[in-house]
T-cell receptor, first 112, second 114 residues
Framework: GEDVEQSLFLSVREGDSSVINCTYT??????LYWYKQEPGAGLQLLTY?????DMKQDQRLTVLLNKKDKHLSLRIADTQTGDSAIYFC????????????FGGGTRLMVKP | GAGVSQSPRYKVTKRGQDVALRCDPI?????LYWYRQALGQGPEFLTY????????KSGLPNDRFSAERPEGSISTLTIQRTEQRDSAMYRC????????????FGEGSRLTVL
């Protein structure tokens, strides 16, 4: 089946950039997503990218997709303490009912 | 409603009891998904519905787990004869448009089986 892998932990200083990486195995993935999970809250969609794109920018967030290597990254510019959370990478295939397969999550800690 | 609502938020039960978890999706959303998230892991797909029809239940771990959405809106996930390994956060999500796969998640129901 599909597999989505992420590193477990990332620590950065406030104001620095954060880069969270993800690899996936399903070559038929249609969309790739980044979700944010804060303590006691639901999963919040941050951004997504269609598989025929290689980059998407949305304010402080930049998503890069290397489809050949099946590698996705999320860059957060000027990281703030409020960005501390768990970030999940996910993929879906259009003909699979938009069912998402999630990675295990990367815990981002932002130090003041 | 304004968002996906799940109840109860927390449920503690004894092994062997049945539990029912409820999800009220965003009004008008056609598709509804159930996920399970163990501590320290990402959500894992359980099942999903389009309207009242269960489209895929391949993620349900065994026959103690069932779900229904009889009127195409509120859904109930039922776990019979609970076991300690069923302890997890159960998350519900709904989707309006079919193309982007943007799921809107509820805050989840945390189940603890003693």
């Amino acid at each position: 089946g599909e597999d989505v892998e992420q590193s477990l932990f990332l620590s950065v200083r406030e104001g620095d950039s954060s880069v969270i990486n993800c690899t996936y195995t399903d070559s038929s993935s249609t969309y790739l997503y980044w979700y944010k999970q804060e303590p006691g809250a639901g999963l919040q969609l941050l951004t997504y990218i269609f598989s025929n794109m290689d980059m998407k920018q949305d304010q402080r967030l930049t998503v890069l997709l290397n489809k050949k290597d099946k590698h996705l990254s999320l860059r957060i510019a000027d990281t703030q303490t409020g960005d501390s959370a768990i970030y999940f990478c996910a993929e879906s295939t259009h003909n699979a009912g938009n069912m998402l397969t999630f990675g295990g999550g990367t815990r981002l800690m932002v130090k003041p | 409603g304004a968002g996906v609502s799940q109840s109860p938020r927390y449920k503690v039960t004894k092994r062997g009891q049945d539990v029912a978890l409820r999800c009220d999706p965003i009004s008008g959303h056609v598709s509804l998904y159930w996920y399970r998230q163990a501590l320290g892991q990402g959500p894992e797909f359980l099942t999903y519905f389009n309207y009242e029809a269960q489209q895929d239940k391949s993620g349900l771990p065994n026959d103690r787990f069932s779900a229904e959405r009889p009127e195409g809106s509120i859904s109930t996930l039922t776990i019979q004869r609970t076991e300690q390994r069923d302890s997890a956060m159960y998350r519900c999500a709904s989707i309006g448009g079919a193309n982007t796969g943007e799921l809107f998640f509820g805050e989840g129901s945390r189940l603890t089986v003693l």
